[in-house]
């Protein structure tokens, strides 16, 4: 197995970012033909998930709603002012695993990798494990 990662800039607080075709382009670099793909965020308030990428509504539906299910303000103790984003990452998970097949990201035909941005705009790191 091998670990690559790369860096992505957010551009709002809340945003799934699409990184599905540089998840690809890893698995693709590294030769494994039938395997795992491991997709790993190093951060507290943001996490990965698979959803759907061919309707960006869908995407924009989540972070809206998952603000109205988890407020920015509400009764929290952590005083840095984003005890929303911790909880949101929460809800995604630090990582996501995807099928290898035939040298390339074996993904559904509506799924997408998602970087789920809770408390940007940020640089944040995707680190991406491959192995057969
Ligand atoms: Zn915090």
């Not at 957010?10 to 990184?19: G, H, I, K, P």
């Not at 303000?73 to 929460?90: F, P």
């Not at 408390?119 to 680190?127: S, Y």
Request: proline share 5%.
């Amino acid at each position: 197995m091998r670990w690559t990662s790369f860096q992505v800039r957010t551009a709002r607080r809340a945003q799934l970012l699409d990184v599905t075709a540089m998840v690809a382009e890893v698995v693709e670099r590294s030769g494994v033909a039938d395997g795992v793909c491991h997709v790993f965020v190093p951060h507290t308030t943001a996490g990965v998930t698979i959803n759907e990428g061919a309707d960006p509504d869908v995407a924009r539906d989540i972070e809206a709603q998952l603000g109205r299910v988890v407020p920015k303000d509400a009764d929290y103790r952590h005083g840095e002012g984003n005890s929303d984003s911790h909880i949101k990452t929460v809800l995604a998970g630090p990582s996501a695993i995807a099928p290898v097949r035939g040298g390339k990201l074996s993904l559904g035909t509506w799924q997408a990798i998602f970087l789920c941005e809770w408390d940007g705009p940020r640089t944040r790191t995707v680190e991406v494990g491959v192995w057969d």
